[in-house]
């Protein structure tokens, strides 16, 4: 005849398992919302808020105002604070795969052009991205963030 003991140990066990095989599941619609949000990202405008180039961080500031726009037919294009640029992207679900950027090449203001340099040098690093509430953060293959966008209020 089974003790109180062994009984509780038995239910102590079976709620772990449960506990740990409901941690485990997956979300079948979490894809599904990683794309969603995508859908919050495209065709708008956002201001660069962030780059970082190594081991800087820069903060634009007014005048320098970088900006980008990733179109729903998979073409990005903005300012780098100085210069507009264009080119293509891919994304799949958190995955974010641009193409070299094209530029046009106007000399700027010395301030301008560190932000725009760190600024083309961090897009081409780019693989990922998220939204950290409502900024659009933009990462490298570690995981790290390299550009943060704030969505341009009219």
Same mark, same amino acid.
């Given at each position: 005849?089974?003790?109180?003991?062994?009984?509780? +140990?038995? =239910? %102590?066990?079976? /709620?772990?398992?449960?506990?740990?095989?409901?941690?485990?599941?997956? *979300?079948?619609?979490?894809?599904?919302?990683?794309?969603?949000?995508?859908?919050?990202?495209?065709?708008?405008?956002?201001?660069?808020?962030?780059?970082?180039?190594?081991?800087?961080?820069?903060?634009?500031?007014?005048?320098? +105002?970088? =900006? %980008?726009?990733? /179109?729903?037919?998979?073409?990005?294009?903005?300012?780098?604070?100085? *210069?507009?640029?264009?080119?293509?992207?891919?994304?799949?679900?958190?995955?974010?795969?641009?193409?070299?950027?094209?530029?046009?090449?106007?000399?700027?203001?010395?301030?301008?052009?560190?932000?725009?340099?760190?600024?083309?040098?961090?897009?081409?690093?780019?693989?990922?991205?998220?939204?950290?509430?409502?900024?659009?953060?933009?990462?490298?293959?570690?995981?790290?963030?390299?550009?943060?966008?704030?969505?341009?209020?009219?």
């Amino acid at each position: 005849m089974p003790t109180v003991k062994t009984m509780m +140990l038995s =239910s %102590v066990a079976v /709620a772990s398992a449960l506990l740990l095989a409901a941690c485990n599941t997956t *979300n079948p619609n979490a894809q599904n919302d990683i794309a969603t949000n995508w859908s919050a990202v495209a065709d708008k405008e956002w201001q660069l808020a962030m780059v970082s180039d190594g081991d800087h961080t820069l903060r634009p500031m007014s005048p320098v +105002l970088a =900006s %980008v726009n990733f /179109a729903t037919g998979g073409k990005v294009s903005g300012s780098t604070g100085c *210069n507009r640029y264009f080119g293509t992207y891919k994304q799949s679900g958190s995955k974010l795969d641009l193409s070299p950027l094209g530029s046009t090449r106007m000399m700027c203001v010395e301030d301008a052009m560190a932000i725009e340099d760190a600024f083309t040098n961090a897009m081409a690093k780019v693989t990922h991205w998220h939204k950290d509430n409502s900024t659009l953060v933009l990462d490298d293959t570690d995981g790290k963030a390299i550009l943060k966008f704030e969505p341009i209020r009219p």
